[in-house]
């Protein structure tokens, strides 16, 4: 049988970064994270076929091979696993926004890969269910099968706020390059978990943080909700850089955007910038002030050519959609 589905890629404001269990992929600290809307989404069909002797993936219509393919081939072994088939998949998946960057294009593309290969095993999973299959291909995408606001602390994710109790909060992406990284975060984050010793006491405090955030959101209290986000933001840079040998996924341009934001800030705070694992600046504001922060960024981009500015509202989770690729 044939399915597709799409997911949207998700921006943590509480980082994952570290595995409690390699194996099982479960994470050692509670990310909270915003489900971005179908601007960063990833569409995918798969079908499984007696007809088809190996299983293969296509990205953006590209025949993919060496690591992407074994993580999908990987994947959909577990999930013929769980429906005792045997049957070969096509996978061709389709992606609006560019992968390894730091928009978490793997977070959109497991997430839309369990939704549609679940369906197309004849597998009839719940939401719970689900978010624990899409952890298996990875961790980040098993919040990007819920919609809003996102918490994931153990074997699945689960819904915190939908999109329409803050539909204010926008994410302005700003894309510095499309050049891919060269640390994959499954490798940085088990380096970071080895050797850095910040990292050890990033443990003893990221519970609170998180706690303190779900309530900042609970209570639509932006402030506060930037004051954590900056706070994790630097946390999580820190322990990279105290990751032996050190760790760094951002550009010069990456800090330059932070520092737009901490000026723009001095008067009051409008908006918090956030990264994950790549250059990419996330900056986390209010539809009312999305203009200031436009204007913010605005001079780095008119120097600087190659970079982009997306803009995201909260989105909906990964979902089944009619219209096939193949
Ligand atoms: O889901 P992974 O294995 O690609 O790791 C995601 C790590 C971060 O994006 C840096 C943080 C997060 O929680 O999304």
Redesign the pocket.
Known sequence: MKATAAASA???L????GKRDENEKTPLNT?I?LTLDSSFSCTTTVEFSEKANEDSFSLNRKEQRGEALARVKEFLEAVRGMAGISEKARVSSVMNFPAGV?I?S??AGFAALAAASGRAAGLDLSPSELSSLARQG????S?SVFGGFVKWSGESAEPLFPESHWPEIVDVVFLITKKKKSI???EG?RMTAETSRAFRKRLGVVEGRARKLEQAIEKRNFERLAELTMEEAEE?LECLRDTKPSLNYLEPLSHEAAKRIRELNKNGIKAAYTF??GPTAHIITLRENLESVLNALKPLQLTNPGTEVRVSGLGQGARLVSRHIF
């Open positions: 998700n921006i943590a509480i980082k994952y970064w990310s994270s730091g978490a793997s977070a990875s961790g980040s995408a919040r994959s975060s499954r984050m999580f994950d694992a």
